[in-house]
């Protein structure tokens, strides 16, 4: 008959060519599917410093960009509020992810430690909304 991943035994291995397809190869019943994508994303989190911000995107003509920011632990912005933030005039927070899912930011979200926003800043404002998030 016809052998499911199960038969295979406890310790099968899957090389995950489609990073879209990685849930689909554990709910198959691969205990550790391998991913290059998932491996080098992993890597570069591991260098990345806590507080690092990235720029995702420029807006040239409306002299604004899109960043994103890691909150790390002992940050002066956790425990607030986002509109308790002192943002800088132009800046705002757009999307956090929190546990690995992506939400809309409101006014009254609270800031959590290992908290990564999306945010829209004033062309080289990156170094005033750090400051204002994670304090260096």
């Given at each position: 008959?016809?052998r499911g991943v199960a038969d295979l035994g406890p310790n099968v291995v899957?090389?995950?060519?489609?990073?879209?397809?990685?849930?689909?190869?554990?709910?198959?019943?691969?205990?550790?599917?391998?991913?290059?994508?998932?491996?080098?994303?992993?890597?570069?989190?591991?260098e990345v410093e806590p507080g690092d911000i990235f720029r995702l995107a420029s807006l040239r003509q409306s002299n604004?960009?899109?960043?994103?920011?890691?909150?790390?632990?002992?940050?002066?912005?956790?425990?607030?509020?986002?509109?308790?933030?002192?943002?800088?005039?132009?800046?705002?927070?757009?999307?956090?992810?929190?546990?690995?899912?992506?939400?809309?930011?409101?006014?009254?979200?609270?800031?959590?430690?290992?908290?990564?926003?999306?945010?829209?800043?004033?062309?080289?404002?990156?170094?005033?909304?750090?400051?204002?998030?994670?304090?260096?």
């Amino acid at each position: 008959g016809t052998r499911g991943v199960a038969d295979l035994g406890p310790n099968v291995v899957a090389r995950v060519n489609d990073p879209k397809n990685y849930e689909l190869f554990r709910r198959a019943g691969v205990e550790n599917p391998v991913s290059s994508t998932h491996l080098l994303m992993a890597t570069i989190h591991q260098e990345v410093e806590p507080g690092d911000i990235f720029r995702l995107a420029s807006l040239r003509q409306s002299n604004l960009e899109i960043v994103e920011l890691f909150v790390p632990d002992g940050s002066p912005s956790v425990g607030l509020s986002v509109r308790d933030v002192p943002l800088t005039q132009g800046a705002m927070l757009l999307a956090a992810q929190r546990h690995g899912r992506w939400m809309r930011v409101d006014p009254t979200l609270e800031i959590r430690p290992g908290d990564v926003y999306v945010a829209l800043t004033p062309l080289g404002g990156e170094a005033a909304l750090r400051e204002a998030l994670v304090g260096r």
